[in-house]
């Protein structure tokens, strides 16, 4: 089949590989005009290990492996560390840490010689019409294809123009979270430390991997309007959001803020919808289902549901209308459980009040000495 892939993240690049190696003709077009490289690692997890081999790209990505979250040390204003999270997260054969960039880079390169992928390019309208699907782009072209399968995020274009808009689908969980780059603070000797500094409704931290040096911002919050694509709109909200928040390596970071051109800032959100699919359209990762940052099962949840629907449709002989269900039968398991992990973990990482910082500290290991 001739199929449209919108996103080039995780899900779209894992759809172009397990459906071009199955003989189809896939098109990936992707907004940015490079794939994504920047922010925090991502973790592949539990079923998502065995689809990765599948794919064949599990050794790649054992290669690639990081160990990060196992050093996260909670400081207090002098950079001395009060907590810290278990020394065992993320160091399980069955929890695979690995830098965005690298899964990317992994992906794209296992794409087969039959997947186009577009850069610089995006979806601006569907038309679902009798055997096909009749897509315009942002470039003025238009295409028909089978199908069209929505992989472009939290926000995606797929879902507004064939499911509605976003925020009859969105559920906000309190928080928003931001990740800068912040090549000053690279420090091989400090490489494994990663400290994290809380004050009321806030959390800023460093993370370093590899030769990278990341600032993480969060802050809690109702909603609110914003441009998700004003980059400089964005970076006001933050240096607003953290103005009375100044102690420990806070102004270096939102210095950093204003210095990155590719900052990444949205709110910690769910998407919740009663079916991934409509007509010869379905969507795919965050698109359908974000469970949000919180959970730390997005990228696994993509590589499943890439590898459900490629599965089914190869089973159903390209059947979508049988294809797309059994699908969606088979991931709903897996997202209801990622959605449900949430509880909480907000108000342990963004205490509201001073009191409650402590309380978490005193509930996490402590430990004598930090950075």
């Not at 009798?130 to 238009?142: E, I, P, T, Y």
């Not at 990341?214 to 609110?224: C, E, H, N, Q, V």
């Not at 006001?236 to 270096?252: K, M, T």
């Amino acid at each position: 089949m001739k199929i449209l892939v919108s996103g080039a993240g995780v899900a779209g690049l894992s759809l172009g590989r397990v459906l071009g190696v199955r003989g189809h003709q896939v098109t990936i077009v992707e907004r940015a005009d490079r794939l994504r490289g920047n922010g925090s690692p991502i973790d592949v997890r539990g079923d998502a290990i065995e689809v990765a081999a599948k794919m064949g790209i599990l050794p790649a990505i054992r290669d690639a492996r990081i160990r990060m979250t196992e050093q996260v040390h909670f400081v207090d204003e002098n950079g001395t560390a009060v907590g810290r999270l278990p020394a065992d997260i993320g160091d399980s054969p069955a929890d695979i840490e690995i830098a965005r960039e690298d899964l990317s880079r992994i992906l794209a390169d296992a794409l087969p010689d039959v997947v186009d992928l577009r850069l610089s390019e995006s979806v601006t309208t569907i038309a679902d019409n009798d055997g096909r699907v009749d897509v315009r782009f942002a470039s003025g072209g238009s295409e028909s294809f089978d199908l069209v399968l929505g992989a472009d995020g939290m926000h995606s274009a797929v879902r507004r123009l064939v499911f509605g808009p976003e925020q009859n689908w969105i559920r906000h969980l309190g928080l928003y979270t931001a990740i800068t780059d912040m090549p000053g603070e690279v420090d091989a000797q400090a490489e494994r430390i990663n400290p994290m500094f809380s004050c009321p409704g806030h959390l800023a931290g460093i993370a370093r991997f590899k030769d990278r040096a990341i600032g993480l911002l969060m802050f809690a919050s109702d909603p609110f309007d914003y441009d998700y694509r004003d980059v400089e709109a964005q970076k006001r909200i933050l240096l607003d959001q953290f103005a009375g928040c100044r102690s420990w390596r806070v102004p270096a970071i939102l210095d950093a803020v204003r210095a990155d051109p590719d900052l990444y800032f949205d709110s910690v959100s769910q998407i919740h919808l009663p079916t991934w699919h409509r007509g010869r359209v379905a969507l795919v990762g965050d698109a359908a289902h974000c469970a949000s940052p919180l959970a730390g099962r997005g990228t696994s949840l993509a590589l499943t549901g890439a590898q459900f629907l490629a599965e089914e449709l190869e089973r159903s002989g390209g059947d979508h209308v049988t294809a797309f269900p059994r699908y969606e039968a088979r991931q709903r398991p897996y997202v209801d459980f990622a959605q449900g992990t949430v509880e909480g973990g907000g108000a342990l990482l963004v205490p509201p009040t001073q009191e409650a910082i402590l309380a978490r500290n005193q509930l996490l290991q402590p430990v004598a000495v930090g950075r």
